[in-house]
Protein backbone atom coordinates (compact mmCIF):
# COMPACT_ATOMS: atom_id res chain seq x y z
CA UNK A 1 0.00 0.00 0.00
CA UNK A 2 2.86 2.34 1.12
CA UNK A 3 4.76 1.62 -2.79
CA UNK A 4 1.59 2.35 -4.16
CA UNK A 5 0.83 5.95 -2.35
CA UNK A 6 4.50 6.63 -3.46
CA UNK A 7 4.23 6.03 -6.89
CA UNK A 8 0.85 7.76 -6.86
CA UNK A 9 2.12 10.89 -5.47
CA UNK A 10 5.07 10.58 -8.16
CA UNK A 11 3.09 10.14 -10.52
CA UNK A 12 1.10 13.02 -9.76
CA UNK A 13 3.89 15.32 -9.12
CA UNK A 14 4.67 14.45 -12.88
CA UNK A 15 1.81 14.94 -14.56
CA UNK A 16 1.06 18.42 -12.86
CA UNK A 17 3.61 20.24 -15.03
CA UNK A 18 2.74 18.41 -18.07
CA UNK A 19 -1.07 19.69 -17.70
CA UNK A 20 -0.32 23.15 -17.19
CA UNK A 21 2.26 23.48 -19.21
CA UNK A 22 -0.03 21.60 -22.24
CA UNK A 23 -2.88 24.13 -20.46
CA UNK A 24 -0.61 27.26 -21.33
CA UNK A 25 0.30 26.59 -24.33
CA UNK A 26 -3.51 25.83 -25.62
CA UNK A 27 -4.24 29.47 -23.70
CA UNK A 28 -1.22 31.47 -25.66
CA UNK A 29 -2.22 30.00 -29.11
CA UNK A 30 -5.87 30.42 -28.68
CA UNK A 31 -4.89 34.04 -28.05
CA UNK A 32 -2.50 34.14 -31.00
CA UNK A 33 -3.35 36.20 -34.43
CA UNK A 34 -3.70 34.08 -37.86
CA UNK A 35 -1.18 35.15 -40.62
CA UNK A 36 -3.21 35.38 -42.98
CA UNK A 37 -1.88 38.45 -45.09
CA UNK A 38 1.55 38.88 -46.50
CA UNK A 39 4.43 36.48 -47.59
CA UNK A 40 4.24 34.20 -44.72
CA UNK A 41 1.24 32.14 -46.20
CA UNK A 42 2.60 31.85 -49.42
CA UNK A 43 5.84 30.59 -48.03
CA UNK A 44 3.95 27.96 -45.80
CA UNK A 45 2.34 26.67 -48.78
CA UNK A 46 5.32 26.70 -50.86
CA UNK A 47 7.49 24.70 -47.89
CA UNK A 48 4.68 22.02 -47.01
CA UNK A 49 4.66 21.15 -50.74
CA UNK A 50 8.13 20.45 -50.86
CA UNK A 51 8.36 19.17 -47.46
CA UNK A 52 5.52 16.69 -48.47
CA UNK A 53 3.25 17.77 -45.27
CA UNK A 54 -0.47 17.14 -46.37
CA UNK A 55 -2.04 18.24 -43.43
CA UNK A 56 -3.18 21.79 -42.54
CA UNK A 57 -0.95 24.05 -40.73
CA UNK A 58 -2.08 27.08 -38.83
CA UNK A 59 0.05 29.88 -38.71
CA UNK A 60 -0.17 31.88 -35.71
CA UNK A 61 2.17 35.16 -34.26
CA UNK A 62 1.69 35.50 -30.51
CA UNK A 63 3.49 38.19 -28.21
CA UNK A 64 4.00 35.28 -25.96
CA UNK A 65 7.06 33.10 -27.29
CA UNK A 66 10.43 34.61 -27.63
CA UNK A 67 11.16 31.74 -30.25
CA UNK A 68 8.89 29.80 -32.68
CA UNK A 69 7.78 26.51 -31.72
CA UNK A 70 5.26 24.02 -33.06
CA UNK A 71 2.41 22.67 -31.40
CA UNK A 72 -0.61 20.84 -31.77
CA UNK A 73 -0.80 16.99 -32.57
CA UNK A 74 -4.16 17.01 -34.55
CA UNK A 75 -4.70 20.64 -35.59
CA UNK A 76 -0.25 21.45 -35.53
CA UNK A 77 -0.54 24.78 -35.27
CA UNK A 78 3.37 27.23 -35.72
CA UNK A 79 3.63 30.25 -33.73
CA UNK A 80 5.70 32.83 -34.51
CA UNK A 81 7.23 35.79 -31.87
CA UNK A 82 6.05 38.98 -32.53
CA UNK A 83 9.35 40.22 -34.21
CA UNK A 84 9.30 37.77 -36.78
CA UNK A 85 7.94 40.27 -39.28
CA UNK A 86 11.26 41.74 -39.40
CA UNK A 87 13.22 38.71 -40.30
CA UNK A 88 14.76 38.23 -44.04
CA UNK A 89 13.14 36.05 -46.69
CA UNK A 90 16.14 33.40 -45.64
CA UNK A 91 15.55 33.24 -42.16
CA UNK A 92 11.56 32.61 -42.68
CA UNK A 93 12.31 29.95 -44.99
CA UNK A 94 14.71 28.08 -42.29
CA UNK A 95 12.58 28.68 -39.86
CA UNK A 96 9.40 27.71 -41.33
CA UNK A 97 11.40 23.86 -42.66
CA UNK A 98 12.43 23.83 -39.16
CA UNK A 99 8.63 23.70 -37.68
CA UNK A 100 7.60 21.79 -40.70
CA UNK A 101 9.65 19.08 -40.19
CA UNK A 102 8.73 18.61 -36.07
CA UNK A 103 5.15 18.84 -37.57
CA UNK A 104 5.83 15.62 -40.64
CA UNK A 105 8.13 13.91 -38.16
CA UNK A 106 4.98 14.14 -35.59
CA UNK A 107 7.07 15.48 -32.91
CA UNK A 108 4.53 16.53 -30.81
CA UNK A 109 2.59 13.15 -30.34
CA UNK A 110 6.22 11.15 -29.66
CA UNK A 111 7.08 13.89 -27.01
CA UNK A 112 3.96 13.46 -25.63
CA UNK A 113 4.32 9.69 -25.21
CA UNK A 114 8.12 10.49 -23.79
CA UNK A 115 6.20 12.70 -20.90
CA UNK A 116 3.27 10.53 -20.47
CA UNK A 117 6.19 7.19 -19.89
CA UNK A 118 7.85 9.92 -17.29
CA UNK A 119 4.49 10.06 -15.44
CA UNK A 120 4.17 6.08 -15.07
CA UNK A 121 8.32 4.99 -14.86
CA UNK A 122 8.97 8.70 -13.02
CA UNK A 123 11.34 6.74 -10.64
CA UNK A 124 13.62 5.15 -13.60
CA UNK A 125 16.48 7.29 -14.19
CA UNK A 126 16.84 5.75 -17.47
CA UNK A 127 13.13 6.95 -18.68
CA UNK A 128 14.40 10.36 -17.49
CA UNK A 129 18.10 10.04 -19.70
CA UNK A 130 15.71 8.81 -22.88
CA UNK A 131 13.66 11.81 -23.03
CA UNK A 132 16.04 14.03 -22.50
CA UNK A 133 17.81 12.38 -25.54
CA UNK A 134 14.79 12.27 -27.37
CA UNK A 135 14.87 15.89 -27.08
CA UNK A 136 17.97 16.43 -27.88
CA UNK A 137 17.96 14.34 -31.24
CA UNK A 138 14.40 15.76 -32.42
CA UNK A 139 16.39 19.22 -32.63
CA UNK A 140 19.16 17.62 -34.27
CA UNK A 141 17.00 16.33 -36.67
Known amino acids: AWLLLAWLVG ?4 MLPLLVGTFTIWRHTRRARPITQGSW ?3 L ?5 TLGVRRRVALLQSDWPTVPLTCGIL ?16 RRAVVLLHELAHIRR ?3 L ?3 IARLARVVHWFNPLVWLAGRRLRVERERA
Not at 11 to 14: D, E, L, R
Not at 45 to 49: G, H, K, T
Request: negative net charge.
Open 45 to 49: RDLCQ
Open 41 to 43: PLL
Open 110 to 112: TQL
Open 11 to 14: AGAM
Open 106 to 108: ADC
Open 75 to 90: RPAIVLPAEADQWPPE
